[in-house]
């Protein structure tokens, strides 16, 4: 994650869970869920005040919660009782651990620079036939917004970048409008990826 973006979280984590931490993530959950065995391990890549990994444990998932942001730590704590690891996506080393990763919302901080290392990282960290979902602000340019970086992937750019790498095959690809009530005109491209 670029400094800026993380000091962006850093200095504004409180609002930014007050924002979000309440939203319900159904239609994407359901998706994601539905093709996962029921003791499947989950990496929720970025995973902010423990929203999701909140939400997977309560179905009996066995969840590994990540983010680079150690203000995030407390407030998971406080609301969902999550234990946060703080890594970025950058220095993940897990090898064939996981069934599944959830990253919505936080792969749109990785520079495209670094986007190839990162789905490496990712793709060695699924067990064989594992699944992700990601999700980024829709469009095909990067930008810094507020302090943060975005790197944004409409529904043609995105099987463009992956086919650079053929390590996920696309299983599904939607497009969503934001859930935040003050955002409805946002629109948001949301994929779910199984490992090849």
Same mark, same amino acid.
């Given at each position: 994650?670029?400094?800026?973006?993380? /000091?962006?979280?850093?200095?504004? /984590?409180?609002?930014?869970?007050?924002?979000?931490?309440?939203?319900?993530?159904?239609?994407?959950?359901?998706?994601?869920? &539905?093709?996962?065995?029921?003791?499947?391990?989950?990496?929720?890549?970025?995973?902010?005040?423990?929203?999701?990994?909140?939400?997977?444990?309560?179905?009996?998932?066995?969840?590994?919660?990540?983010?680079?942001?150690?203000?995030?730590?407390?407030?998971?704590?406080?609301?969902?009782?999550?234990?946060?690891? /703080?890594? +970025?996506?950058?220095?993940?080393?897990?090898?064939?651990?996981?069934?599944?990763?959830?990253?919505?919302? +936080?792969?749109?901080?990785?520079?495209?620079?670094?986007?190839?290392?990162?789905?490496?990282?990712?793709?060695?960290?699924?067990?064989?036939?594992?699944?992700?979902?990601? &999700?980024?602000?829709?469009?095909?340019?990067?930008?810094?917004?507020?302090?943060?970086?975005?790197?944004?992937?409409?529904?043609? +750019?995105?099987?463009?970048?992956?086919?650079?790498?053929?390590?996920?095959?696309?299983?599904?690809?939607?497009?969503?409008?934001?859930?935040?009530?003050?955002?409805?005109?946002?629109?948001?491209?949301?994929?779910?990826?199984?490992?090849?």
């Amino acid at each position: 994650m670029i400094d800026s973006t993380l /000091n962006y979280y850093k200095e504004n /984590n409180t609002k930014y869970v007050e924002d979000t931490y309440k939203l319900k993530m159904k239609e994407a959950w359901t998706k994601f869920t &539905s093709i996962l065995p029921s003791n499947a391990k989950i990496l929720d890549a970025g995973c902010g005040s423990g929203r999701d990994s909140n939400y997977f444990v309560n179905q009996g998932f066995e969840v590994t919660s990540i983010d680079p942001v150690e203000e995030f730590n407390p407030i998971a704590k406080k609301y969902f009782n999550i234990d946060i690891s /703080n890594l +970025s996506f950058q220095e993940l080393d897990f090898v064939n651990e996981f069934h599944a990763i959830w990253a919505c919302a +936080s792969l749109l901080h990785v520079p495209k620079s670094e986007m190839y290392d990162v789905f490496d990282r990712l793709h060695t960290s699924l067990k064989p036939l594992g699944f992700m979902y990601c &999700s980024f602000k829709y469009g095909v340019n990067e930008q810094k917004i507020g302090g943060r970086h975005f790197t944004s992937f409409n529904e043609d +750019s995105f099987p463009l970048f992956l086919e650079e790498r053929k390590l996920f095959s696309i299983e599904e690809i939607w497009i969503t409008n934001d859930v935040r009530t003050n955002r409805k005109s946002e629109k948001w491209l949301n994929v779910l990826l199984s490992k090849c």
